[in-house]
């Protein structure tokens, strides 16, 4: 015990040095609760204080931090909507939320109330203090607002667990059942004569068991508001209506009906056993007379269920679409409908995979897989606005803030109860299309000071290499490359190794560090000396350890990485033509390959062949494999972040889209449109959007380009000589 006490403290130690220390937090606040509560899975806590504000301020900011979610109503009106994050910004610590509650407030008196959802568990996303509380502090000249043990608070007995069966072990989430039989009316509104209760004091800022406080680094969620679904559908029997969504989509269902007291309606999507598990669901229990409901915990699918039981008269059906606040201004069009359609599906597949966090799926797990993170840091650029970048450098703080003593990193994180090393996801993190395309794309490399350190720890502590240079494969927790078969560890283990080197040594040089900079590029230069003679066999890639067949993922990686010479790139074409091994997570960088090998008819008749059977289900997001259930890998879910690899395909190599400076401050245009005669994208940046359209006709391109201000477009067009052009929209014969 004392030395898991031990590390614990190591691990918040590290992880200070890469937070942002937590700022307008009044010493006499206090992180509040209720005495019938402490850490019961899914507990619902209400809390109400009454304010007296002699003048409105123009600004008032609070700060709002609670384990695990809340909803804010100020004088009847709702402020928030689900505010928080998922717990675990380092070890021991807690995310809180900055609002400006100014404009709710009016001179005289205010009442403010929060309705406080404690998960009371851990999940793949979530790290549970044990305790559920509410931490307030706002002040403004001649007002001050803080929780402390004035406040009334209560448990909400209303809100309760469902029978089985329960969310699987990986969601932090628990199924919502609420009883309109015990419900509180109006509690969280101005004129409630009732009283909740007294509140506990239970820490002070930064106390444990809540930690260090780390400020929301992302913005708070898009909210629709209440919508009519698009269409209802009642089945033969009558007993459930199903509700169409416009798109796969993170909602919250609502009622309103009229009915006798005691009847259970059952609300759940058609992604309940989405992945092979079951996911989160709710309940409501009736009250007598008309009455309204809406189910505060998202779920996500194409259709929300409504399971009513006779005796229930349904008077309105509604659903909220709540999620990450970042449009989807991106886009690719062609003059083939399946590529233009994949893209719009790998955008979808990347929107409903961001909330809390990057996360693999919306319904079975949640959770901050770091190869699926790669793949989705990599398409936000190509797909939202610059507000959407931000989710993946709280990822990387994240990641390196869970980074353990030994150096090793690990995911999911945040997580105590299931959270391990899979070393070439690890690799790829902290690599080239990990950590350093967030830093380039984005233009914005801060976080790299905080985890330059971590990342050389892993890549030189952690990882060794043999007398020839090569890293030596790890196990790991589990040595994972991909699902699917025919895995050569030892050539991919190179390549990933490779890469993070190589994003390594540009994060030196940007540091100034030269003399690691010189050493790693001594590294690289040992590996790419004699990466042929090692593996190559006159026909392919392939390791002596590798028995299987040959491995179409080896062939990708050696050439995205660098290592592949162009003079081998006429036999890997025959390989990539003849071996389909990939799941839809390395699929992505056997397309970009085949690109840069100069391959682009034969990258979009590859597409094709490995998305068609996807793209031939009626569904708006994109698999974890190449079908559902058992033709899919790992449970098989129908929205799975990593599969969107082509929309960056498509934007970045068939429209040729790429940064050539941080932030595509310099960019270039150099498009491959193989068969496709017609091709037109949009990528947002900083500086405006990029617009590019192409048009192919008797294999002599035209190309209309919109550079935005402050930027530069260099365009290379077959058979010319590249043309920079200054801001301006141009058309070249």
């Not at 050696?558 to 790139?569: D, E, I, K, M």
Request: some cysteine.
């Amino acid at each position: 015990m004392k030395k898991l006490f031990f590390l614990i403290l190591i691990l918040i130690a590290v992880a200070a040095i890469q937070m942002k220390a937590a700022d307008g937090f009044l010493p006499q606040a206090r992180w509040i609760g209720s005495e019938h509560c402490q850490s019961t899975p899914n507990s619902w806590l209400c809390f109400r204080k009454t304010v007296e504000v002699a003048d409105v301020p123009g600004e008032l900011m609070a700060n709002i931090a609670v384990d695990s979610k809340y909803w804010l109503w100020i004088n009847g009106e709702m402020v928030v909507f689900e505010g928080g994050l998922k717990r675990g910004p380092a070890p021991g610590a807690t995310y809180y939320d900055r609002i400006n509650i100014a404009p709710y407030l009016v001179k005289g008196g205010n009442t403010i109330a929060l309705l406080v959802w404690h998960f009371g568990k851990n999940g793949f996303s979530h790290v549970n203090s044990g305790t559920a509380a509410l931490l307030f502090s706002a002040r403004s000249v001649g007002l001050t607002i803080v929780s402390d043990k004035t406040w009334q608070c209560k448990v909400y007995q209303a809100y309760q667990d469902t029978e089985t069966p329960f969310p699987n072990y990986r969601l932090a989430e628990s199924n919502i059942r609420f009883d309109a039989r015990k419900e509180l009316a109006g509690w969280n509104l101005p004129e409630f004569d009732g009283r909740l209760g007294a509140s506990v004091e239970i820490a002070s800022p930064n106390g444990m068991p809540f930690g260090k406080l780390v400020l929301r680094p992302v913005p708070m969620w898009k909210d629709s508001g209440l919508k009519e679904y698009p269409e209802m559908v009642k089945n033969e029997t009558g007993d459930t209506i199903r509700c169409r969504l416009p798109y796969n989509a993170q909602v919250t269902p609502y009622l309103k009906v009229k009915a006798p007291a005691g009847l259970q309606i059952g609300m759940l999507t058609d992604n309940y056993t989405g992945g092979s598990a079951n996911n989160v669901r709710a309940e409501y229990i009736t009250r007598d007379g008309e009455q309204e409901y809406e189910s505060f915990g998202w779920m996500n699918g194409h259709e929300m269920l409504y399971i009513i039981p006779a005796g229930v008269e349904v008077l309105e059906l509604k659903y909220r679409e709540t999620g990450y606040n970042a449009d989807i201004k991106g886009s690719f069009a062609c003059n083939d409908e399946f590529f233009t359609e994949l893209w719009k599906r790998s955008a979808r597949t990347l929107y409903i995979t961001m909330r809390d966090n990057y996360m693999d799926c919306p319904d079975r797990e949640r959770a901050q897989w770091w190869g699926d993170e790669v793949n989705e840091l990599g398409e936000a650029f190509y797909a939202l606005d610059p507000q959407g970048w931000q989710l993946a450098v709280k990822g990387i703080y994240e990641l390196m803030n869970w980074q353990r003593p030994d150096g090793i990193i690990a995911s999911p994180v945040p997580s105590l109860n299931w959270c391990k090393e899979l070393p070439l996801q690890m690799l790829a993190s902290v690599g080239w299309y990990g950590f350093y395309t967030q830093a380039f794309y984005s233009g914005d490399y801060s976080f790299v000071p905080d985890v330059y350190d971590g990342m050389k720890k892993y890549l030189h502590e952690v990882w060794e290499v043999d007398m020839q240079g090569f890293p030596v494969p790890r196990p790991g927790d589990w040595n994972w490359g991909d699902w699917g078969t025919d895995i050569d560890l030892e050539v991919l283990t190179t390549c990933w190794y490779y890469l993070a080197l190589k994003a390594e040594k540009e994060f030196a040089l940007y540091l100034h560090k030269q003399y690691d900079a010189n050493r790693v590029d001594g590294m690289m230069k040992r590996i790419s000396s004699t990466f042929d003679h090692r593996y190559w066999t006159g026909t392919a890639y392939r390791s002596k350890s590798h028995q299987g067949e040959t491995d179409d993922r080896a062939q990708a990686m050696a050439v995205v990485s660098g290592l592949a010479p162009a003079g081998r790139h006429k036999a890997l074409l025959k390989v990539l033509k003849k071996e389909y091994h990939a799941s839809p997570y390395m699929e992505k960088y056997v397309l970009e390959a085949l690109f840069m090998m100069g391959e682009p008819d034969f990258a979009l008749e590859r597409m094709r062949n490995r998305y068609t059977q996807m793209l031939a289900y009626p569904y708006t997001t994109l698999f974890e494999g190449w079908g559902i259930g058992a033709e899919g890998f790992g449970g098989g879910t129908i929205n799975h972040a990593w599969s969107g690899g082509p929309l960056t395909i498509l934007s970045q190599k068939l429209c040729g889209i790429e940064p050539l400076e941080p932030g595509f401050k310099c960019f270039r245009v150099s498009p491959q449109l193989g068969a496709l005669h017609e091709a037109s994208a949009v990528v947002p940046t900083l500086y405006g959007d990029i617009k590019v359209d192409i048009k192919k006709e008797n294999h002599i391109m035209t190309i209309h380009v919109v550079v935005p201000q402050g930027t530069v477009a260099v365009v290379a067009l077959p058979g010319r000589k590249d043309k920079v052009l200054p801001p301006g929209s141009y058309i070249l014969p």
